[in-house]
């Protein structure tokens, strides 16, 4: 799989994810703007769908295709997004946050000759509330505590290792 492609995707329908989660869930979440992102020295994070009002937010992730799709909440807790969720409920002080996987069309300029149409033209053809599967996460600060805790070694130790290789590299430049 294109990895360069899926990102593409997700960017390009993200706009369109964020439609289908607010017309599913009946909610009317607006995008973040660019300028939302926060930073707690040891973190850093850009959501986004924040609902003020119910106290959780939400992350769109567009499938590549029917294929990529988790089709349960179970399977969709499964795909490795659970820290990134994490590190928005510390950041936006939320008491849960959803991963929210959206099954949308791939637009024709990421696909190739020779790829199946069926497991990427999806629009016409599955109601929209089976094109939605939702993980969801809710905040535990012990965990919370633990993620800094080792995100605050590993920030120590990266910039330990770049003081160590510029000083190696220092002894053959001079």
């Known amino acids: 799989l ?11 329908c993200e706009d369109l994810g964020i439609d289908l989660y607010n017309k599913v869930f009946m909610y009317n979440l ?17 959501p986004d769908l924040v609902a003020w009002s119910s106290n959780k ?18 399977a969709a807790g499964k ?3 659970e820290w990134q969720a994490r590190g928005y409920m510390n ?3 939320k008491d ?19 790829d199946d149409r069926s497991i990427h033209i999806i629009d016409d053809a599955i109601p929209l509330h089976h094109r939605i599967t939702v993980a969801r996460f809710e905040r535990d600060k012990e965990i919370e505590q633990k993620m800094l805790d080792k995100c605050a070694k590993a920030n120590e130790w990266i910039k330990q290792a770049i003081i160590d290789f510029a000083e190696v590299h220092d002894r053959y430049l001079t």
């Open 30 to 46: 607006q995008k973040m703007p660019a300028d939302s992102r926060r930073n707690n020295g040891i973190i850093t994070g850009e």
């Open 57 to 74: 937010g939400v992350d769109i992730k567009v499938a590549w295709s029917l294929l990529t799709f988790p089709l349960t909440a179970d």
């Open 91 to 93: 950041l936006f002080n």
């Open 2 to 12: 294109d990895d360069v492609k899926c990102i593409q995707k997700g960017k390009l």
């Open 96 to 114: 849960a946050w959803e991963i929210a996987y959206c099954a949308i069309d791939t637009p024709e300029e990421l696909l190739r000759d020779w």
């Open 79 to 81: 795909k490795d997004y």
